[in-house]
């Protein structure tokens, strides 16, 4: 049912997707962390988008003119799951953290 990916392998893609919050995933780096692909992690970016899990957001521009970017940003959709991804246990220790900006935007 779906990709067979080791659990901890899982793990460090969900982390290091958790650090990409609110930005444009540049999949060549992960895979290279992961020891995949940038088309592997492109897929498994689109079953998480298809199962509801993180969300893509497609850039868009109102100036036909203007040079487009076509990567989307990333979110992921439960802020719990995110906090816990990245060791905040709190709302102090959130404070602290660059992500608090992001982290309540979707």
């Given amino acids: 049912m779906g990709?067979?990916?080791s659990a901890m392998r899982l793990?460090?893609?969900w982390t290091m997707l958790a650090h990409y919050q609110g930005q444009q995933v540049v999949t060549s780096d992960l895979g290279k962390s992961l020891g995949v692909g940038h088309t592997t992690i492109k897929s498994y970016m689109d079953i998480l988008t298809?199962?509801?899990m993180i969300r893509q957001i497609q850039?868009?521009?109102g100036n036909s003119k203007k040079r487009l970017v076509k990567t989307p940003k990333t979110y992921l959709r439960d802020t719990g799951l995110l906090h816990s991804l990245l060791n905040i246990s709190n709302f102090e220790s959130l404070l602290g953290h660059p992500i608090i900006g992001v982290s309540w935007v979707v």
Avoid: A, E, I, N
């Fill in 11 to 13: 793990k460090r893609f």
């Fill in 50 to 52: 298809d199962f509801y």
């Fill in 3 to 5: 990709p067979q990916v």
């Fill in 59 to 61: 850039p868009w521009s």
